[in-house]
């Protein structure tokens, strides 16, 4: 029998790791943001919202300023409509905009591509930009004080070293480079307080591959790209508040891509650097299911006691795609995944990481609060049932149980000592 001690002595904050990539609507209705302000969603990451039902209305800078030949200082250059709804019912909910600045992915574009082509002048899609921000944060063309801080310049513009395969981006790196290191100066100078960042990597997956083998290509240039980057930054001197990149991997290779990452910063000297894991997913093709449920508890549990800042799932839409693992498309009821959420939200609430102590292959673990008021959470990504120990300071006992495995769905129940195969269990424990 495996032991979990649990010593209540604080060693940290609970990170917002909770949060989640395009949110949950369909047309222009907002019912479902119920269920992000239900856990405290931290951040809803504005990318991929434009949708494919009702498309071309919502985020993306060509859907606000339709005429790139228009007049940025001209507010009627601009059509702010249907985005300014989804701002609007998201704060209402409590939720921080984490706003792209750029385009939704086209998944065709071998076929044809319509939005992803570099901006044909840089400076002049940063004044689009902050007119964008003016409207959002500055009351500017009937606008508002939202005050969002995060504004991101693009997404994945490294998706493939074939400028013809590349879904985000079809000019060259060095492209990017260029409208990264006009835009963040532009923005920056204008607006010093937002935070400026980028660029939303696509990911470190080849970090162990063989740079000779043609076959890894690809993810070999997500690596070029991302040290190139990060020169051209330093060597250009261009604002960076935070680094953003994605993992579809693994718990375990996700926590080496941090690593990874953290190293790359140190190395061109942005050692400490804010990182934000704005898109992840741990097999997306296991949705609804109790696995899935025990993979994203897991991710959020283990990113905690790593360099990461922020973390983002990808994501809460209302739809068929695989990707969307919080809801079901038939019912609109939450997935099970939606209650690994509600759990860590436990974590949150409580504020300050106590220490926990366990050492099971494929279990994670996270406890938060205190001896009067604690949470534990944890995650048994194994298929088998994994019987474990629970060892909690003299006279703080289990005062609650919550479950999400095959069988129940965040169900009140008694901690039996066994975590069963593919589960999260939430439990609150205090002095009684």
Not at 382 to 410: F, K
């Amino acid at each position: 029998m495996a032991i979990i001690r649990c010593e209540m002595k604080p060693v940290g904050r609970i990170k917002k790791l909770h949060g989640v990539g395009q949110p949950p609507f369909t047309g222009a209705s907002f019912g479902m943001f119920r269920y992000l302000k239900a856990f405290g969603c931290p951040f809803s990451r504005l990318h991929d919202v434009q949708g494919v039902y009702g498309g071309g209305r919502w985020v993306d800078i060509p859907n606000l300023f339709r005429n790139f030949d228009a007049d940025p200082e001209d507010p009627a250059s601009y059509d702010f409509t249907f985005t300014d709804l989804l701002m609007q019912a998201l704060v209402e909910h409590g939720v921080e905009p984490f706003f792209r600045l750029g385009v939704t992915i086209e998944n065709q574009c071998t076929i044809k591509s319509y939005r992803i082509d570099p901006p044909k002048d840089p400076l002049k899609w940063a004044k689009i930009c902050e007119g964008v921000i003016r409207h959002y944060n500055e009351g500017w063309a009937d606008g508002f004080h939202m005050n969002i801080r995060y504004w991101e310049i693009w997404n994945e513009p490294d998706n493939s070293h074939n400028p013809k395969e590349n879904m985000m981006w079809t000019g060259t790196m060095e492209d990017y480079f260029a409208l990264y290191g006009t835009a963040s100066k532009y923005l920056k100078e204008r607006f010093p307080d937002i935070r400026i960042g980028g660029f939303a990597s696509c990911g470190f997956y080849g970090m162990h591959a063989d740079r000779n083998d043609p076959k890894n290509a690809r993810n070999i240039y997500y690596l070029d790209f991302a040290e190139k980057f990060l020169e051209y930054v330093r060597n250009h001197n261009c604002p960076l508040d935070f680094f953003s990149w994605h993992s579809y991997g693994s718990i375990e290779n996700t926590v080496e891509y941090v690593d990874y990452a953290t190293k790359l910063l140190e190395k061109y000297g942005f050692g400490g650097l804010e990182q934000s894991l704005n898109e992840w997913n741990c097999q997306p093709n296991a949705r609804g299911t109790a696995k899935h449920a025990a993979l994203t508890a897991g991710m959020m549990l283990a990113l905690q006691n790593t360099a990461m800042d922020t973390a983002m799932f990808y994501d809460a839409r209302y739809g068929t795609s695989i990707y969307g693992g919080m809801f079901n498309p038939l019912t609109g009821e939450p997935f099970k995944a939606y209650y690994s959420f509600m759990a860590f939200a436990e974590l949150y609430k409580r504020e300050v990481q106590t220490e926990l102590t366990l050492d099971i292959p494929g279990v994670y673990g996270l406890a938060a609060g205190c001896e009067a008021d604690g949470c534990i959470v944890l995650a048994n990504t194994n298929a088998e049932d994994v019987p474990v120990a629970l060892e909690l300071p003299e006279g703080v006992q289990i005062t609650g149980c919550r479950i999400i495995d095959g069988n129940r769905t965040w169900e009140e129940t008694e901690f039996a000592g066994t975590l069963s195969g593919e589960s999260v269990v939430c439990l609150w424990t205090g002095k009684l």
